[in-house]
T-cell receptor, first 111, second 112 residues
């Protein structure tokens, strides 16, 4: 069975600062990895996904993530955040036909 | 525009009452999913369906039931057996079991 650990439940940063949201996973088989963003009272929106190929994945809104198989990590990064990036971010792993989500990281961008 | 529609946005249930949450998609996706979201717990899978007339239990199926009579629709019934139904419920779909999932805007269920 797979599991996902998001290492920080809350990450406060100042506007235009870089940010990294950390995600580690465990799985005994090959996996697909995803990052989703959720704004208040809305569903989840796909930011980016890793299926195969290049370990550096670029997504929407200037986000990127790097798949590290040896460290079983898939950390999300953005070089310069905006106020509008304030949201909850979820890392997810798919193996078989199911997604397993982490518990989420609340990113708060302060002026 | 293609997408997933969940209704209602807010729902209230009395003790001992069954309620049904609607989920409709016009993306022509084969797979559909129901998740429950509680604060600090991420999303937990209730039920999923990979094709019409077939569905499987997820991690927390007790107290819930589903049907998949049409490709576009995957309603979730929260039965009176679910003792703690207050939560935010999210429906999702994917083109197949390996594809990324697209989410609706959720239904918030509360107990009166």
């Amino acid at each position: 069975a797979q599991s996902v650990t998001q290492l920080d439940s809350q990450v406060p940063v100042f506007e235009e600062a870089p940010v990294e949201l950390r995600c580690n996973y465990s799985s005994s088989v090959s996996v697909y990895l995803f990052w989703y963003v959720q704004y208040p009272n809305q569903g989840l929106q796909l930011l980016l996904k890793y299926l195969s190929g290049s370990t550096l994945v670029k997504g929407i809104n200037g986000f990127e993530a790097e798949f590290n198989k040896s460290q079983t990590s898939f950390h999300l990064r953005k070089p310069s955040v905006h106020i509008s990036d304030t949201a909850e971010y979820f890392c997810a792993v798919e193996s078989g036909s199911r997604l397993t989500f982490g518990e989420g990281t609340q990113l708060t961008v302060n002026p | 525009d293609g997408g997933i529609t969940q209704s209602p946005k807010y729902l209230f249930r009395k003790e001992g009452q069954n309620v049904t949450l609607s989920c409709e998609q016009n993306l022509n996706h084969d797979a559909m999913y129901w998740y429950r979201q509680d604060p600090g717990q991420g999303l937990r899978l209730i039920y999923y369906s990979q094709i019409v007339n077939d569905f499987q239990k997820g991690d927390i199926a007790e107290g819930y039931s589903v049907s998949r009579e049409k490709k576009e629709s995957f309603p979730l019934t929260v039965t009176s057996a679910q003792k703690n139904p207050t939560a935010f419920y999210l429906c999702a779909s994917s083109i197949d079991r390996m594809g990324p999932q697209h989410f609706g805007d959720g239904t918030r269920l509360s107990i009166l």
